[in-house]
């Protein structure tokens, strides 16, 4: 069965600093991983994908992400936060050899101080 | 020009009663979705479908019954409403089942009382 989670319930960070969000997940086959950010009141967002080809992924609003397949941990980072990062940030998988389900992590709460 | 709506935003409503939220993309796609938001944040699928099929059926009271009538729309009705469904349910959709980016409409933000 496949797996995500997110350690840390909230992350924070200053803004100008570097900002690290992580992600490990469980499949049985080949990964494919998402993150997606949430901000209050407000449906899910997409910011990067992993599928395939070049371990660091780069997404919107200057987000990337590292796949690592020895630890499968798929950790969102940005080199310098912006107050305007605060948010939730959801983790998911979808395990390439079975199935359509998408399995989100339970959402990681960044604040990003002025 | 919104590519996926919901209605209502808000629904407040009493236990017992049936109630219905629709959902509508404008993206082309074929694969919707229905998700649960708790007050917890943890968001967890519900249904899916790709073309007009059920893909994706999870554990799930059969009060909660999805319907589409074609695969630009993905309503969800809910039958003999429990304080426990109480979320907020967002309706995404998404190119093709499985790998493809998914998009989310605003939620609809249910409260039973």
């Known amino acids: 069965a496949q797996s995500v989670a997110q350690p840390e319930d909230q992350v924070n960070v200053a803004e100008g600093n570097p900002l690290t969000v992580k992600c490990t997940y469980s499949v049985s086959g080949n990964p494919y991983l998402f993150w997606y950010v949430q901000y209050p009141n407000r449906g899910l967002q997409f910011l990067l994908k992993?599928?395939?080809?070049?371990?660091l992924v780069k997404g919107s609003y200057g987000f990337e992400a590292e796949f690592n397949k020895s630890q499968t941990s798929f950790h969102l980072k940005k080199p310098s936060a912006l107050v305007s990062d605060s948010a939730l940030y959801f983790c998911a998988v979808r395990d390439v050899s079975g199935g359509f389900k998408t399995i989100f992590g339970a959402g990681t709460r960044l604040f990003v101080k002025a | 020009d919104t590519a996926v709506s919901q209605t209502p935003k808000y629904l407040v409503t009493q236990m017992g009663n049936d109630k219905s939220i629709k959902c509508e993309q404008n993206?082309?796609?074929?694969?919707m979705y229905w998700y649960k938001q708790d007050s917890k944040k943890f968001l967890k699928i519900m249904f899916s479908?790709?073309?007009?099929?059920?893909?994706i059926n999870e554990t799930v009271p059969n009060r909660f019954s999805p319907k589409s009538p074609d695969k630009a729309h993905l309503n969800l009705h809910i039958n003999s409403l429990e304080l426990g469904d109480s979320a907020v349910y967002f309706c995404?959709?998404?190119?093709?089942?499985?790998?493809?980016?998914?998009?989310f409409g605003p939620g609809t933000r249910l409260t039973v009382l």
């Open positions: 995404a959709s998404s190119q093709a089942a499985g790998a493809d980016t998914q998009y």
């Open positions: 992993y599928i395939t080809g070049d371990n």
């Open positions: 993206l082309g796609h074929d694969t």
């Open positions: 479908y790709n073309n007009k099929e059920l893909i």
